[in-house]
Nanobody, 122 residues
């Protein structure tokens, strides 16, 4: 079974920094796009940042300049470095990855993590 697991969430003060990690595990042949999404109470889930397997990135306007997404293909891991955090960043952050499990099967799998809570508060 292919899965992704997030880590690194927690409680931080406004203006602080935090780094989230998401590691793929199981049978993995190729990891295509990876991304971070978040959902705050009473709000829709939104894209935070996305990175392709060739390194192209995309950010939500609300985090541009404050967050940085990166990946380590050797570890099947994607990171989200968050700086200058404010209370509006409080949400459950979810990792997403498009994964091809086997060289013999071309169909990719859309994998979602269970989420990690990020709370920005004094």
């Amino acid at each position: 079974q292919v899965q992704v697991v997030e880590s690194g969430g927690g409680l931080v003060q406004p203006g602080g920094s935090l780094r989230l990690s998401c590691a793929g595990s199981g049978t993995i042949f190729i990891v295509y796009n990876m991304g971070w999404y978040r959902q705050a109470p009473g709000k829709q889930r939104e894209l935070v940042a996305r990175i392709t397997n060739d390194g192209s990135t995309e950010y939500a306007d609300s985090v541009e300049g404050r967050f940085t997404i990166s990946r380590d293909n050797g570890k099947n891991t994607v990171y989200l470095q968050m700086s200058s955090l404010n209370p509006e960043d409080t949400a459950v952050y979810y990792c997403n990855a498009i994964i091809r499990p086997s060289r013999f099967v071309p169909d990719p799998v859309d994998c979602w993590g269970q989420g990690t809570q990020v709370t920005v508060s004094s």
